[in-house]
């Protein structure tokens, strides 16, 4: 897997912009897939300030969520959705018909996941995926031991991520479950950013690199497809 280190969190982020525009700009209609959260924040003000510039057009691109919080919607202050609409999707000219979103408020979560399939079906492969890494090494919500048979699926939330959960959140939340793309899913992909950043980062980053790949860290299973790269900042990679 190839790592790519930048001096800090704002050059991480227009490294990771740089590699989704090089995507769009090769094919318009890419299906690209985002994470919420807080690593890739960045990320989206720097898609939009380059879209603005005219350096990017995502007119026809198909954009996928990652996951979401079990219970959660796009009113709800901390959910993936509202995240990624607030500081990414209500910035851009969109079309409802571009942006497929696990609504977290379903009241049929297997059907949800069906629905994200059978669209990942008629517009994939995934041609990027942005992935951040959790600090027990999830990504998405496929938490450690996840199968790698799993495309979207509904997950039993680690303690670590529950309690992580926490700082997104206005009022207190708990949140149990989340509902994610799959690792079968993700590591299809045909081009896969896994990013990081900061000090509190460095123990999963040097993990990722140098624990064998193994369901026990999902972030290490990532380096077993040749279409992934690491992307992380100095303080996140102080450890490697």
């Known amino acids: 897997m190839k790592t790519l280190i930048s001096p800090d969190y704002p050059q991480l982020c227009q490294a990771v912009a740089q590699n989704v525009i090089h995507c769009v700009n090769a094919k318009p209609d890419a299906l690209i897939c985002i994470a919420g959260g807080d690593t890739p924040l960045g990320v989206f003000a720097a898609l939009v300030d380059a879209q603005n510039q005219g350096q990017v057009d995502f007119s026809r691109t198909q954009f996928l969520g990652l996951d979401e919080w079990l219970g959660l919607g796009q009113s709800d202050k901390g959910s993936c959705r509202e995240m990624v609409w607030h500081h990414f999707f209500d910035k851009l000219t969109l079309r409802e018909e571009q942006i497929c979103f696990f609504d977290g408020l379903t009241a049929n979560p297997q059907a949800e996941c069906q629905r994200v399939d059978g669209y990942i079906e008629q517009h994939g492969p995934i041609d990027c995926i942005v992935l951040g890494i959790g600090m027990n090494g999830h ?5 450690p031991g996840a199968s790698l048979d799993n495309t979207c699926h509904v997950i039993d939330l680690d303690e670590v991520t529950q309690a992580v959960s ?3 959140f206005d009022t207190p939340r ?3 479950q989340g509902i994610s793309l799959g690792l079968k899913t993700i590591l299809a992909a045909k081009n896969i950013v896994l990013m990081a950043s900061g000090e ?10 140098n624990h064998p790949a193994s369901r ?3 972030s290490t299973l990532v380096k077993t497809v040749p279409q992934a790269s690491l992307y992380v900042d100095n303080a996140a990679a102080r450890a490697l």
């Open 216 to 218: 026990d860290i999902p």
């Open 166 to 168: 926490v700082k997104y």
């Open 139 to 143: 990504i998405g919500f496929n938490e």
């Open 174 to 176: 708990e949140v149990k």
């Open 200 to 209: 509190k980062k460095a123990a999963i980053v040097a993990q990722t690199v």
